[in-house]
């Protein structure tokens, strides 16, 4: 019996929201709203399943589902063989070392012979293998960040984002184990239409995340500022430049990273740049 293509989004926390975020703007329209933990997509023809994203690498690895979103960190916690189509721009975190800030462990060597708390026993063992460093490690699910602070460990290994949590229990960061982000994964051993469908969504959702970081400038320009002008604008590729009805008179029109956007009106417009437009855009594919 054939089942549906299946695509796995998490059903809470953090990613939750970005991700089905991007499985809209991807053209994946997903019904959250209810209690169900699948939908059927018509425009894809795919079926999305709402699950734990820690469950969802080993999900993936053995083929319940083709395509999947997930923490890079829980890809690495479960080992799971899966391939990483994409990174997504959302969920950025670091798998930190983190420790007293009164103690005495300065560095990830003095872990040895101490105690070691985390939610991500296998990423820990593997890391301090590596480092030759033998520690007793604890696995525990939840406030992490509690252990020290109870005289249950000497250090922890916890998800940091902004590093408030770690700043409130008197913990620091020594070492970084995983740099993490929301990622797009794929099952291995895909059959050939699933693969079909993989390439082509992966090509969607790629396009919907580089477009986020970039906006469509357009401005009208004198002929003798354009050289100026061009010269200003980074892009990817360079600027269309297009005469305009009125003689004398060009159009620029660029894609530029979102974040450049501010400080270049100001310089633009001193060398001369009129009329000029920011655009939001929807998909970009290089
Ligand atoms: P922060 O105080 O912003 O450094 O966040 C740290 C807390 O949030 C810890 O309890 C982490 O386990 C959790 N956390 C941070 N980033 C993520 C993430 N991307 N996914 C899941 N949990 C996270």
Redesign the pocket.
């Known amino acids: 019996m054939t089942r549906p293509f299946r695509l796995a989004l998490p059903s809470k926390?953090?990613?939750h929201g970005p991700a089905l975020d991007l499985a809209r703007d991807a053209g994946v329209e997903v019904d959250a709203s209810g209690r169900a933990l699948h939908t059927h997509c018509s425009r894809w023809d795919i079926e999305v399943l709402l699950a734990r994203s820690d469950d969802i690498p080993a999900w993936t690895q053995d083929g319940a589902v083709e395509m999947a979103i997930a923490?890079r960190?829980q890809v690495v916690e479960s080992g799971a063989e899966v391939e990483e189509l994409a990174a997504l721009g959302f969920?950025?975190?670091r798998l930190a070392v983190a420790v007293r800030d009164d103690g005495p462990v300065a560095e990830v060597a003095d872990l040895a012979g101490r105690r070691v708390a985390t939610?991500h026993p296998n990423t820990t063992r593997r890391y301090l293998a590596q480092l030759g460093v033998e520690a007793e490690i604890t696995a525990i699910h939840g406030?992490?960040?509690l252990a020290p602070r109870l005289d249950a460990a000497d250090a922890i290994v916890?998800?940091?984002?902004?590093?408030?949590?770690?700043r409130?229990n008197g913990l620091r960061p020594i070492a970084t184990v995983v740099e993490?982000?929301a990622v797009l994964l794929a099952r291995p051993h895909l059959r050939d239409d699933h693969r079909a469908t993989v390439d082509e969504l992966a090509t969607v959702i790629r396009s919907v995340v580089a477009a986020r970081h970039r906006r469509y400038l357009m401005l009208n320009a004198p002929d003798d500022a354009l050289e100026t002008i061009i010269q200003l604008i980074p892009g990817m590729d360079s600027p269309t430049v297009l005469p305009l009805a009125m003689p004398g008179m060009h159009a620029v029109h660029a894609v530029v990273p979102a974040d450049r956007v501010i400080d270049l009106l100001g310089p633009l417009r001193a060398a001369g740049a009129r009329a000029l437009l920011v655009l939001p855009i929807d998909n970009l594919i290089p």
């Open positions: 926390g953090r990613m923490g960190n969920g950025h975190c939610s406030s992490v960040e916890d998800l940091v984002s902004t590093g408030d949590t770690l409130a993490s982000e």
